[in-house]
């Protein structure tokens, strides 16, 4: 029993001669089109609208409470925006946070998955536990882990105390631990969803494989580099580019942890963009905020993921 | 297997390792356990302990006298619970026509749910905040259960066209093959077989849904509109100032469905999970 193991199972049944396989050449028929419709409408006014509007609204001066009519401004804002060095300050705090999770998280995940994939005994419990950061609100992990980090009742400091450290200090409030601390808070939140990702990986590589490299007298760690890595390879970088972009994007747990202090040492671009448009009702400031977010992410993934594709091909 | 085998030595070290993993998820949700249910006096103390010396529920008690937890959780179970079903109800035949067809349209709906999941929010909430306004959807119920079928088609989306996938074709053709009609294949040959991929995917909707917490911020503005989520933060009061017991019981309670719900269904979501992320 394992995290992942009611994958292999549809896996199987349709992996042979994969009967499910979209045939080639089809074009939908009016069936077809009856069934897609209730949920293309939705898509198309609720999600794919909003985001064209949102982009064209970067390039207007619309603000909340706002009784003239909105007017195009061009590039104006983005203009502004160049120029503004908190949203930068907080596009780098972002860049650092999303790397300081998605990194230590994926090398943690992997140890764990590895372990998983062993004949353990305690795997259950593992399994179990995992539900915990996963099922989560993300609210409630925030308010977690300030009773854990307070600086007077918090589990923490008395650990520290206990240990003979010192006296502790306040995780959160201070200017140079705040965004370690956060950091932390993110790798626990995210560490199963890693592992049962990595898991799966690990479970398509073909036991026999290690088998033979073991026979050739292949250690452990000649057989991680030499079989288990390149088969995992390709889930890995799908895992670390979505965890990336997922961190990049976050909210809530900041949110809740520190609202971005002290002194906007955790103000990630997401807590910038909502508190530009939804305190100080700047929508075309905050739009345009969102579609440099977007555009920077975009291009460094493509760099990212085109690097390593073509690493992979010389393999 | 005897290749493979670890020794000794190696084997107490993966155990030390596993207990620490163990640990390290284990213990913040032990010390919310353990805040929630110790009394006040306990909790001003500067040495805490794990377990609560003189535990009591008076937290609790507090807690649902604070704040209007269980208006907050009807909502909350109301929106989860809209948006799950009609995103299902939706999704389903979406996600057959994406498994069983190869057209243009498969293909951009796939790319849709792939880049779906990499914009920033605030660049939909905007645009969708003022809408909902015209609308006079902003701070009602409705309006949010909108935001979160679309926000959850995706992921449903991903996880159903895997389960379809999974179904194995010629049953249907066999079916065909008999002399049933298309409706009469899919309501009697696939939908059954489709079924626990289904309830399994509204559930997890139902807990995103019930625990997601941006979109209830910027669209719900009164207490009484509230879902759980946003509500929980208004115990952590101006400046970080919080009643430690009561928000602790509050967060502990609000965490109760989604962990049991979660517990039910997790080996088919990852299941369904991988099964999209494999096929696609």
Known sequence: MTLANAAPRSERQSGRRSPGQPRPGKQLDHGAWFLVLPALIPILVLSVGPLLYGISLAFTDSQAGRTEPT????????????????????????LLWAVGVTVPQFALALGLALLLNQNLRLRWLAR?????????????????????????????????????????????????TALPAVIVVGIWAGMPQTTVALLAGLQNTPYELH???????????????????????????????????????????????????????????????????????????????????????????ALHLAGRLKGGDER | ????????????????ALLCYLVFLAFPFL?????????????????????????????????????????AAGNSLVAALAAAVVAVVIATPMAYVMARNRSKLSAAATGWVVVSQAFPFVLVIIPLFLILKNLHLINSLFGLIMVYVVWSLPFALWMLVGYVRAVPRELEEAAAVDGAGRARTLLSVTAPLLA?????????????????????????????????PVVLTH???????????????????????????????????????????VKS
């Open chain 1, 71 to 94: 007017e195009w401004i061009g590039t104006l804002n983005f203009q502004d925006l160049v120029h503004d060095t908190l949203f930068w300050d907080s596009f780098r705090i972002g």
């Open chain 1, 211 to 301: 088998e033979a490299a073991a026979l050739d007298g292949a250690g452990a760690w000649r057989r991680f580099r030499t079989v288990t890595w390149p088969a995992l390879r390709p889930v890995a970088l799908a895992v670390t580019a979505l965890n990336f972009i997922w961190n990049f994007n976050s909210f809530a747990l900041v949110y809740v942890l520190t609202n971005g202090g002290p002194g906007g040492r955790t103000r990630l671009p997401m807590l910038f963009a909502y508190e530009e448009a939804f305190r100080y009702g700047q929508f075309g400031y905050a739009a345009a905020m969102g579609c440099v977010m977007v555009a920077v992410i975009s291009v460094m993934l």
């Open chain 2, 31 to 71: 010390w919310l356990i353990s805040t929630a249910f110790k009394p006040a006096r306990e909790l001003g103390s500067l040495h805490p302990t794990w377990i609560p010396e003189d535990p009591t529920l008076d937290n609790f008690r507090q807690a649902f006298d604070e704040q209007p937890l269980l208006r």
């Open chain 2, 196 to 228: 626990p991929g289904i309830v399994a995917t509204a559930l997890f909707a139902f807990i995103t849904a019930w625990n997601e917490f941006f979109f209830a911020l910027v669209m719900l503005k009164t207490p009484e509109k509230q879902t759980l």
């Open chain 1, 128 to 176: 179990a536990l995992a539900i915990i950061p996963w099922a989560m609100p993300e609210v409630v992990v925030g308010i977690m882990w300030r009773l854990v980090y307070n600086p007077d009742a918090g589990i923490l400091n008395e650990t520290i105390r206990d240990l003979g450290l010192g006296d502790g200090r306040d995780w959160l409030s201070g200017l140079a």
């Open chain 2, 1 to 16: 297997m005897t290749a493979l085998r670890t020794s000794r030595s190696g084997r107490t070290g993966q155990y030390l």
């Open chain 2, 235 to 277: 115990f952590l009061g101006a400046e970080g100032v919080a009643d430690l017991g009561p928000l602790a019981a509050a967060a502990f309670l609000a965490t109760i469905p989604s962990l049991a719900i979660f517990a039910i269904i997790q080996k088919r979501i990852t299941g369904g999970m991988l099964a999209g992320a």
